[in-house]
C-alpha cells in the first residue's frame, strides 16, 4: 500500500509561482509512475505530469509544458511540481497519483493510476 499526502497548494496571482509536494510513504517499486492531475469545479480530471519514481523521463500535458516541471526528491521521498508563469485557468484542486505499472512516457496520462492523496486547493487569481 502507497500513502500520497499532498501539500503547497494556495493563493497566487497570475504569473506567480508556486511548488506542490507529495510526500509518498509505503511500498514503492523502481516501475512506479508517479504523476499530477487537476480538477477544476464541472470540469473532468486532467492530467498534468508524470515522472517515473527513478526520476526519469518527465511527461507533460501541453497546458503544463514549459512552466512546469516535475521531479522527485529522493532524499525526503517526495515527487515536486514546481508551477510557473500561472494563469486563472490553472485554478484546481491537483492530486497526486502513483501508478504501479510500468508504460511509456507518452502513455503516463492515459495509464491507470492505482493511488491518489487527498488533493490541495491552487487558485490563481487574475
Known amino acids: 500500500q502507497v500513502q500520497l499526502v499532498e501539500s503547497g497548494g494556495g493563493l497566487v496571482q497570475a504569473g506567480g509561482s508556486l511548488r506542490l509536494s507529495c510526500a509518498v510513504s509505503?511500498?514503492?517499486?523502481?516501475?512506479?509512475?508517479m504523476g499530477w492531475f487537476r480538477q477544476a469545479p464541472g470540469k473532468e480530471r486532467e492530467f498534468v505530469a508524470a515522472?517515473?519514481?527513478?526520476?526519469?523521463?518527465?511527461f507533460y500535458a501541453s497546458s503544463a509544458l514549459r512552466r512546469f516541471t516535475i521531479s522527485r526528491d529522493n532524499a525526503r521521498n517526495t515527487v515536486l511540481l514546481q508551477m510557473n508563469s500561472m494563469k486563472p485557468e490553472d485554478t484546481a484542486v491537483y492530486y497526486c497519483?502513483?501508478?504501479?505499472?510500468?508504460?511509456?512516457?507518452?502513455?503516463?496520462?492515459?495509464?491507470?493510476?492505482?493511488?491518489w492523496g487527498q488533493g490541495t486547493q491552487v487558485t490563481v487569481s487574475s
Open positions: 515522472i517515473r519514481w527513478s526520476g526519469s523521463s518527465p
Open positions: 509505503g511500498r514503492t517499486f523502481s516501475s512506479y509512475i
Open positions: 497519483e502513483a501508478a504501479r505499472s510500468w508504460a511509456p512516457a507518452q502513455a503516463m496520462g492515459t495509464i491507470q493510476y492505482d493511488y
